[in-house]
């Protein structure tokens, strides 16, 4: 089966590779010319463990390419994927679709024969149809159907999300739809991953509810973090003990500095802008928005509370994208806390493992080459990203490092206990701070 991937950004470039893995043909196509160079001189342009080395086995064996002509690639195509930024639009939060209809339209001037356009950007409800009509007008005599095919991988493991999501979700109006991308999807189909057939606005919407969901599983556990250090509990307990009942699940129940990322941000943003327009707002999301945009500010105050005035004082400060094994930065709390610490006077020296020449773009802090140079002479450490290599830090040199003996850990990736032994006052998130034991 031949494909064409349009958008070779996280999403498109991770589908394309792992679809070329599949045994279909895949060429991605993106108008970025740096990108497109980049991947044809073997550089692969993000941080995404295991995707330099799929994309160069499948480039290899000719199943894979990259380029910037779209026409060509879609005119070959059976299947064409929408994979363009749907990112939130400035001003009113609604998801900015000028991506998506510029490429809807780019690919009705290539179509030839019968080609399933498949949309795996996440968009509101309605844009296939749109995206239907935008080639209708453009192209009355071609052969097509528009289909719905939302991503559900997480950056840092989306080769492994992608070879074996949970389920993939389709939406498609007639069954010469649905049989191509049975056909797209059978390996996985074989595998026995169920595939969930839908209506198109049912499968756009499934990917946004799944997102606000998620998102509130984070909020929620963040709330339950607050009241945890009002009453002295451990939310950590509280995660496990509630997230062992199979109905809730234990997973996205980890208390942290708020919910980050090209994702949760913008699409929590994008349904509650679409449940307004509709007339049946969820006030549920409304309040993930708002607690969350909140949370970040509160962190940087957790920080100032810790640390006492911070003005003139330095803060080390280990990870600064949205999460580990990404090089992303996109609304990453990082990019609130730092600036709101720096407009108090502080000054920050920063250590990430993969995002320092992302966030160099973004933030305004002194960057380390590794995490003991960011610590070194620092009044306090603060954890914001959750890299492996900060979980077995060694301690006594962390401790000889800092000018105080500070850590305030908004990840919790330490026992208080093990922090206190070892002399630290250690402040972490909806747990009992112990004292140092010296
Ligand atoms: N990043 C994730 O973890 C993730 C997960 C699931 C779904 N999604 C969704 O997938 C979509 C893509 O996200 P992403 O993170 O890959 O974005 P991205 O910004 O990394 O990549 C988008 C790419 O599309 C290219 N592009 C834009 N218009 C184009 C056009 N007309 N022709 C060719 N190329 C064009 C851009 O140059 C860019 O390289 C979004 O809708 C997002 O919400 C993202």
Same mark, same amino acid.
């Given at each position: 089966m031949r494909i064409a991937m349009i958008g070779t950004g996280y999403v498109g470039l991770v589908s394309g590779a792992c679809l070329s893995e599949f045994g279909h043909e895949v060429a991605c196509i993106d108008s970025d010319a740096g990108k497109i160079d980049a991947l044809n001189a073997g550089r692969i342009p993000i941080f995404e463990p295991g995707l330099d080395e799929v994309v160069a086995t499948n480039v290899k064996a000719g199943r894979l390419s990259f380029g910037r002509e779209l026409a060509p690639a879609v005119k070959s195509a059976d299947a064409v994927f929408i994979a363009v930024g749907t990112p939130s639009r400035?001003?009113?939060?609604?998801?900015?679709?000028?991506?998506?209809?510029?490429?809807?339209?780019?690919i009705a001037r290539g179509l030839d024969g019968y080609t399933v356009i498949v949309t795996k950007s996440t968009v509101p409800v309605g844009t296939g149809r749109e995206v239907e009509q935008i080639i209708r007008r453009a192209r009355p005599d071609a052969e097509f159907d528009v289909a719905s095919n939302p991503e559900f991988l997480r950056e840092g493991s989306a080769i492994e999300d992608f070879r074996r999501p949970d389920r993939i979700v389709v939406g498609a109006e007639s069954e010469r739809a649905r049989a191509v991308m049975r056909e797209v999807y059978r390996p996985l189909y074989l595998n026995e991953t169920p595939i969930v057939f839908t209506a198109r606005e049912t499968a756009e919407l499934i990917k946004y509810a799944a997102n606000a969901f998620l998102a509130t599983k984070i909020t929620f556990i963040n709330e339950m973090a607050n009241i945890c250090e009002k009453v002295g509990a451990d939310v950590q307990d509280v995660a496990r003990g509630i997230g062992l009942d199979g109905r809730i699940g234990s997973k996205f129940l980890h208390a942290g500095p708020g919910f980050?990322?090209?994702?949760?941000?913008?699409?929590t943003l994008a349904l509650l802008k679409t449940s307004q327009a509709v007339g049946a707002p969820t006030?549920? %999301?409304?309040?993930?928005? *708002?607690?969350? !945009?909140?949370?970040k500010a509160d962190m940087a105050e957790k920080i100032i509370a810790a640390v006492g005035d911070v003005r003139g004082k330095t803060i080390a400060v280990l990870g600064v994208t949205f999460k580990p094994n990404t090089d992303d930065m996109r609304d990453a709390p990082s990019l609130v806390i730092l600036p709101a610490l720096q407009a108090r006077g502080a000054k920050i020296r920063a250590y990430d493992p993969e995002g320092t020449?992302?966030?160099?773009?973004?933030?305004? %802090?002194?960057?380390?080459? *590794?995490?003991? !140079?960011?610590?070194?002479g620092a009044d306090a450490l603060v954890i914001l990203?959750?890299?492996?290599?900060?979980?077995?830090?060694?301690?006594?040199?962390?401790?000889?490092?800092?000018?105080?003996?500070?850590?305030i850990d908004l990840r919790n990736i330490y026992p208080p206990k093990q922090m206190a032994e070892a002399g630290f006052r250690y402040i972490s998130v909806g747990?009992?701070?112990?004292?140092?034991?010296?």
């Open positions: 400035r001003g009113d939060g609604h998801a900015d679709l000028s991506y998506v209809y510029a490429a809807a339209e780019e980050g990322g090209s994702c949760f941000p913008k699409d006030r549920i %999301v409304e309040a993930v928005v *708002d607690v969350n !945009e909140q949370r020449a992302e966030a160099k773009k973004h933030l305004d %802090v002194t960057f380390c080459a *590794d995490a003991y !140079e960011a610590i070194e990203t959750e890299w492996n290599e900060f979980r077995a830090l060694d301690l006594a040199r962390v401790k000889s490092l800092l000018k105080t003996p500070l850590i747990r009992p701070s112990l004292a140092p034991e010296v």
